[in-house]
């Protein structure tokens, strides 16, 4: 009878665990389609998403053969729509398996984000993420 206590308090504990795990791991994620036929990814390692807050991003491009583009140079402008902002450009760098790199929004409102993607031998190409809303901190 302990025991099955013991064991059913054990796997709430899990439960639990995983529970908070799950809220630590919240992304917020954006999708458009680029390279004819393929895709850009942009994934925020927080959600909602907010204000003065240093936010860890993780960008994927995939080709239109579903293959991932791992030699581009991204140049990324992040601004908003309603007004003019002082330049924001986020570094993000090439880190194994994504393109990575820290996002701080100085307003709360709508935002764009756009990412220039040069590669060698291929014309540049521009994709515009589009958020929605970026809450007070
Ligand atoms: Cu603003």
Same mark, same amino acid.
């Given at each position: 009878?302990?025991?099955?206590?013991?064991?059913?308090?054990?796997?709430?504990?899990? @439960?639990?665990?995983? $529970?908070?795990?799950?809220?630590?791991?919240?992304?917020?994620? @954006?999708?458009?389609?680029?390279?004819?036929? $393929?895709?850009?990814?942009?994934?925020?390692?927080?959600? *909602? &998403?907010?204000?003065?807050?240093?936010?860890?991003?993780? #960008? #994927? &491009?995939?080709?239109?053969? $579903? !293959?991932?583009?791992? !030699?581009?140079?991204?140049?990324?402008?992040?601004? +908003? *729509?309603? +007004?003019?902002? *002082?330049?924001?450009? *986020?570094?993000?760098?090439?880190?194994?398996?994504?393109?990575?790199? !820290?996002?701080? @929004?100085? +307003?709360? $409102?709508?935002?764009?984000?756009?990412?220039?993607?040069?590669?060698?031998?291929?014309?540049?190409?521009?994709?515009? @993420?589009?958020?929605?809303?970026?809450? +007070?901190?």
């Amino acid at each position: 009878m302990i025991n099955r206590v013991y064991k059913v308090m054990f796997f709430l504990t899990i @439960f639990a665990f995983c $529970g908070s795990v799950a809220v630590f791991a919240a992304e917020t994620k @954006f999708e458009v389609p680029a390279f004819e036929n $393929g895709k850009a990814q942009l994934i925020f390692a927080d959600a *909602p &998403l907010k204000t003065m807050t240093k936010t860890p991003f993780t #960008i #994927i &491009l995939t080709d239109g053969a $579903g !293959d991932e583009i791992t !030699d581009a140079t991204l140049q990324i402008s992040m601004d +908003m *729509p309603a +007004m003019p902002m *002082p330049p924001n450009n *986020p570094a993000a760098g090439w880190d194994g398996d994504a393109y990575r790199g !820290d996002a701080i @929004f100085t +307003m709360a $409102g709508a935002w764009k984000i756009t990412v220039d993607i040069e590669r060698q031998g291929f014309a540049e190409n521009s994709v515009v @993420f589009e958020i929605e809303q970026v809450m +007070m901190k």
